[in-house]
């Protein structure tokens, strides 16, 4: 009688799992229905900043899109697969410190293949002018050129032209290093580095980048004192 029972219900799972969506698929008796997969993290921010274009041209849009999500996954499971623990402690060369957590992270993360850089500025540049390629870096770094330069103007007030096109400069190199790290404080380390590269090329050519920063933060002070006693 047992074994009756058991040959019946597996005689009925086989009819149910005959008419499921899953068996018509196998079988073919029916044309396969295809669930689109929900867009990843990196899929949906790359298609916002796409948008941020107006691009109107759906296919280029489809492509510049790939490119960047692609990216972007490429540097999130780099990172994830390479921590700040697989670089050795240590001390940094140049400053003779002990290597920070974040040191060690961006040491880490600098080791991704330049390949993966490439592809981005090359797709981004197949598809994109310049100044569109310059604003979705700017996505990429929450436009962070944009927002030092301001803040060398206000220190630098007097800031002449070549002055101001040789710092933006080393800022938009900044900005495209930043684009293969992770998360905001590795990027503001990289800036960090170019930020150093230009102050020291203001003290070079005869500016004291330390007295007019002093001066800046003093104004700065005194202002805010002047709106309080007021």
Do not use: C
Not at 82 to 105: F, K, M, Y
């Amino acid at each position: 009688m047992k074994k009756s029972y058991l040959k019946a219900g597996a005689w009925l799972l086989a009819g149910m799992l005959m008419f499921s969506p899953v068996a018509q698929a196998v079988t073919g008796n029916t044309k396969t229905v295809t669930v689109a997969a929900e867009p990843t993290d990196q899929e949906k921010k790359a298609a916002e900043w796409v948008a941020s274009l107006s691009l109107n041209d759906e296919v280029k849009e489809k492509r510049v899109t790939a490119v960047i999500a692609e990216h972007l996954t490429a540097v999130r499971d780099w990172h994830n697969a390479h921590p700040a623990s697989t670089v050795p402690a240590g001390i940094n060369p140049v400053t003779g410190n002990p290597l920070s957590e974040l040191d060690r992270q961006i040491i880490a993360d600098s080791a991704m293949p330049k390949t993966v850089h490439e592809a981005l500025m090359t797709g981004l540049r197949h598809d994109l002018t310049e100044e569109q390629v310059e604003a979705i870096l700017d996505k990429y770094t929450i436009g962070k050129v944009a927002f030092t330069m301001q803040g060398y103007k206000a220190i630098v007030p007097d800031l002449t032209e070549k002055e101001e096109a040789t710092i933006l400069g080393y800022l938009k190199e900044a900005r495209e290093m930043a684009v293969d790290y992770k998360n905001m404080k590795q990027i503001s380390a990289i800036f960090e580095i170019y930020k150093t590269k230009s102050e020291q090329y203001l003290n070079n050519n005869g500016r004291n980048w330390r007295e007019m920063y002093k001066a800046y933060v003093n104004a700065r002070k005194a202002e805010k004192a002047a709106k309080a006693n007021n």
